[in-house]
């Protein structure tokens, strides 16, 4: 699993990051909001922790930010603000949780796998679309203008990675983690070739969609 950590408190965010690298998670810490948005745009979480008072961007805007460009991540605000007025405000901002400092690890923990087993959406839980292509992520059925395909289990992930983020380029490394998990040893032509079996998935639909190939860093779905 791989978590965006967005948190200005060097010593909390140090130990956070200790704590969940230990217990076998990917991730990517940021200390601004600035920085924060352009990781949470680019790359694929399955889980955000983000501060609710940072330099640059704050929190909560920052949240109605990926909420407005569609990004459906779990999102889960820490923050010392503990007023019910606060958690409200968070709430509707689009946060899935609300975890009020000074906490406990274990309760971080328990958050994580809290959000991570709610559909995100009741339309997300039955599809992903994007353009002329939908994949049902339940049955790893694509389909497309001209019919549908079952997808391997690897396709399968890589496609709804790509479905969740059209149009922008995700890394190499963002992929390899996201299908193989933090820990594989993966070589590298590994996910070239899924990611060739996939083209020719989406040409047997007949989709207009094309993944392009972004030299030294990684692919895109984007239309024809």
């Not at 479905?163 to 380029?169: E, V």
Request: charged share 30%.
């Amino acid at each position: 699993m791989r978590i965006l950590l967005v948190e200005d408190e060097p010593m909390l965010a140090k130990s956070l990051k200790f704590q969940l690298e230990k217990e076998g998670f990917a991730v990517d810490l940021c200390n601004n909001g600035d920085d924060g948005l352009h990781y949470a745009l680019e790359a694929v979480y399955d889980v955000v922790l983000l501060d609710r008072m940072l330099p640059g961007i704050d929190g909560v805007t920052l949240l109605k930010e990926l909420r407005t460009r569609g990004k459906n991540v779990p999102i889960i605000l820490l923050t010392a603000l503990g007023s019910l007025g606060d958690k409200i405000q968070g709430l509707d901002a689009g946060a899935d949780d609300y975890v009020v400092k000074p906490f406990a690890f274990e309760e971080i923990l328990a958050r994580i796998r809290c959000v991570n087993r709610r559909p995100r959406t009741w339309e997300e839980s039955l599809t992903f679309s994007f353009g002329d292509l939908q994949m049902e992520p339940n049955g790893k059925l694509l389909k497309g203008p001209g019919g549908s395909c079952e997808l391997s289990k690897r396709e399968a992930e890589l496609m709804e990675a790509f479905l969740r983020n059209p149009g922008q380029t995700l890394p190499r490394e963002t992929l390899i983690v996201r299908v193989w998990g933090p820990d594989a040893d993966v070589e590298a032509g590994n996910l070239d070739n899924y990611i060739h079996f996939l083209r020719r998935r989406i040409r047997f639909v007949k989709s207009t969609l094309k993944v392009t190939t972004q030299r030294g860093v990684g692919y895109r779905l984007e239309r024809g």
